[in-house]
């Protein structure tokens, strides 16, 4: 599976996330919740994003403003910026979740 670009519908899938699947990030001490519907979007403050990126990047514009570029929302890695609770307790970033798809 080298080089196919995972996403998001990818993992529901293959049964490792399970929709409606919740996530969190706590950005500049602000703290903020999304899940993710069985269609693979990110469901935040009443609006479908369509990536963990774009919401991340969303999260970033609220905190600290929008960027000067013109977009509405900041640049965000999704995988990395988001974060679940796993099955062990722990707080993982989602990253984990598309490294355990690699891996199948």
């Given amino acids: 599976m080298t080089g196919k670009r995972i996403?998001?519908?990818d993992l529901i899938e293959a049964g490792i996330i399970k929709p409606l699947f919740s996530?969190?990030?706590?950005?500049?001490?602000?703290?903020?919740?999304?899940?993710?519907?069985?269609?693979?979007?990110?469901?935040?403050?009443?609006?479908?994003?369509?990536?963990?990126?774009?919401?991340g990047g969303i999260v970033r514009a609220k905190v600290s403003g929008k960027p000067a570029d013109g977009l509405p929302y900041r640049r965000a890695n999704g995988w990395t910026f988001w974060k679940f609770v796993d099955e062990d307790g722990q707080v993982k970033k989602i990253d984990i979740l598309r490294a355990r798809h690699r891996k199948m």
Avoid: Q, Y
């Fill in 7 to 9: 996403k998001l519908v």
């Fill in 23 to 55: 996530i969190h990030v706590t950005f500049k001490g602000k703290d903020f919740t999304a899940e993710i519907d069985k269609d693979g979007f990110i469901l935040m403050d009443g609006k479908r994003h369509t990536s963990l990126s774009v919401a």
